[in-house]
């Protein structure tokens, strides 16, 4: 199956979510999810912004048809993030959000942002919500699959014999970096402003996401590229030390190898196939997995997982919030759909349920159903709405059949 991935039994969390634990272990990917397969799941559901409602609506109705066939219960629980939540709250990530998250089973969210709080300050900002989530959630994986679908090859601007048969796993470090770093700010300094971040990482925070990026690796190709700047940044050269020696210690027979930013960014439209998992900090993490998702075709394609070492994990949809086509049916739901089926791969233990997500997809894209973002000019395929799209996905989880997911 083409959207299963290979580290299908790669989980991190603990049963509960113990608010102020924060484990130092490695937890052993293959035997625990967030929590364990059950009847009745609690899910917060964050609409945000944009088109967000419209493609939480469409996945809501995927979800319904899928816990009917299959008989469980997902309560859908909705929080406010991101702009929506600065509106009503003067605040884009309120407290009442995180407890509600961090009492669920899993999260799932769909994008946030828009023209609207462009100009707040950084404080009242929606992705200043997205960052605290991240961070107060413990979040500090973030995997972000590009995986070429035979049916869309043509929707991708480069050539197809370049991407035919991609399947690259950024493994992207999320609460790091000079995201978080500190000193930051504006300063006046000999009567001009001086603006300056902090490209700053601890050995544990690059050991704890080598070992994810080492584990994900070896249930996939076993090649793993580590990427940094290590010929110019002192923080580069201790995170590509950091990685050998967790690499060599703990995973020996992953094929390591290493590639400066700039490189990487090249190699990656130049010869994609030449990736299996790519392990790299948060704002390397955050250009390349953009660029990655071109091969694709569309970021609207590309469903993401965020996880931390307990609790529920966030899975959203790697692209934004789309305001210039907010409220008009044009939005593609597939990337949410795909990222509710790595909730329920990875926090939820419904591998086979995630499986049906997964080829019901495939098969209204096999049926030629296109949103507009995925349709090419004389491709024979029918232009649908969000709506629709969301109708056709649960249509074929009615009606494909429920089969054991080949975990590998
Ligand atoms: C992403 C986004 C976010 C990031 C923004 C919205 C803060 O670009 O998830 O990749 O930079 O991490
Ligand atoms: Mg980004």
Redesign the pocket.
Known sequence: MKFTLALASTIYSASAFTPGLHVNVHRPLSSLNAVSRKDSYDVTLLPGDGIGPEITEATKAVLKTLCDKSGFEMNLKEALIGGCAIDATNDPFPQESLDQCLASDSVLLACIGGYKWDGNPRELRPESGLLKMRKEMGLFANLRPAKVLPQLIDASTLKREVVEGVDVMVVRELTGDVYFGTPKGIDEVDGQRVGYNNMIYSESEIERIARVAGDVASKRDGKLCSVDKANVLDVSQLWRDVVIEVIEKDFPDVELSHMYVDNAAMQLIRWPKQFDTIVCGNIFG??L??EASMLVGSLGMLPSASIGESGPGVFEP?HGSAPDIAGENKANPLAMILSAAMMLRYDLDRADEAQLLEDAVEAVLDQGLRTADIKQDGDGCELVGCVEMGKAVAAQVESLELKSAVTV
């Open positions: 955050d250009i997995s953009d790697c």
